[in-house]
């Protein structure tokens, strides 16, 4: 087991910051943010071994959306101290799902055409909802929990078809902490974001 470990030391310590990082989101602690910039660094190198390129984009994206999400947070909203959860309204929903569905459509071209991505569609389709579920993060939208839920289900999925044991129980892990997420956050909602 120590050689494993010690083979695979750069994706157990992502699984370590990336538990982390769930943990700090589920309690609303800024502190998400740094955790999540270090699990994104570590993952990029984990998916690139692995092939998952998509993957490996989508962490480059967290580290970036990890620097909008603590400044979003540290100003606050509406003038208060820290940004209250909200939900969202049809509107913007509809406009998500279209940029979600066309994020899949570019991701899932590129996977196909130009990489040897094993699961391209299934690639892109995670990497697009992921996109749009940690946008929502950043602008504490109660229902990022929901689509954490079905990415990470997915992901439970193609992890165990490459063999990255110790991301699929990361992401089985996931799935309950983003119910408890959910849960926690419908508690400290306020109305639809506009």
């Known amino acids: 087991m120590a050689s494993w470990v010690q083979a695979h030391y750069v994706e157990v ?6 538990v982390l990082y769930l ?18 660094l570590l993952y990029m190198a984990v998916f690139f071994q692995s092939k998952f390129y998509a993957d490996m984009g989508l962490n480059a994206y967290y580290f970036f959306i990890s620097i ?8 606050g909203g509406d003038g208060k101290k820290e940004k209250p959860v909200s939900r969202i309204r049809r509107k913007p929903a509809l406009l998500l799902l279209a940029v979600t569905a066309v994020a899949f459509l570019g991701i ?4 196909k055409n130009y990489t040897d991505s094993p699961i391209p569609y299934w690639d892109a389709l995670t990497t697009a ?24 289900v997915i992901s439970m999925a193609l992890y165990l078809y490459r ?14 902490m983003a119910v408890i997420g959910y849960i926690e956050w419908k508690k400290a909602q306020i109305p639809a974001e506009t």
Do not use: C
């Open 163 to 176: 063999g990255l044991y110790p991301t699929m129980i990361l992401f089985a892990i996931y799935t309950v």
């Open 13 to 18: 310590l992502g699984v370590v910051f990336s």
């Open 23 to 40: 943990l700090l989101s589920i309690r609303q602690n800024i502190l998400l943010w740094p955790a999540g910039m270090i699990s994104a």
């Open 129 to 152: 909802m992921s996109f749009t579920a940690t946008w929502m993060l950043a602008r504490k939208i109660l229902e990022h929990w929901i689509v954490w839920i079905i990415v990470d």
């Open 68 to 75: 909008y999400g603590w400044v979003v947070w540290r100003k």
């Open 108 to 111: 899932a071209f590129l996977l």
